[in-house]
């Protein structure tokens, strides 16, 4: 299987739509719960990809990130 031909079965379905495009940038959130949280948006690997909030520069992973947020603001990239 080719490159292309993988990456055209990859189901991003588990990405969150806000946060696409954003990954290696620090941003703030605000959760429809209304906690307002910082961190870096990374991105988990597979067929399944998901996006992840990881808490530091110096953090080798994070928690899934959440479907769907009130507000995000880009505040830098690493």
Do not use: N
């Amino acid at each position: 299987m080719t490159p292309m031909e993988r990456d055209a079965k990859r189901d991003l379905s588990g990405l969150t739509k806000q946060l696409i495009g954003l990954e290696g940038w620090r941003v703030e959130v605000e959760t429809l719960y209304g906690e307002t949280r910082r961190f870096y948006v990374g991105r988990s690997t597979g067929w399944v990809p998901c996006h992840l909030e990881v808490k530091t520069r110096r953090s080798m992973g994070g928690f899934g990130a959440e479907r769907e947020y009130k507000r995000v603001e880009k505040l830098y990239q690493r």
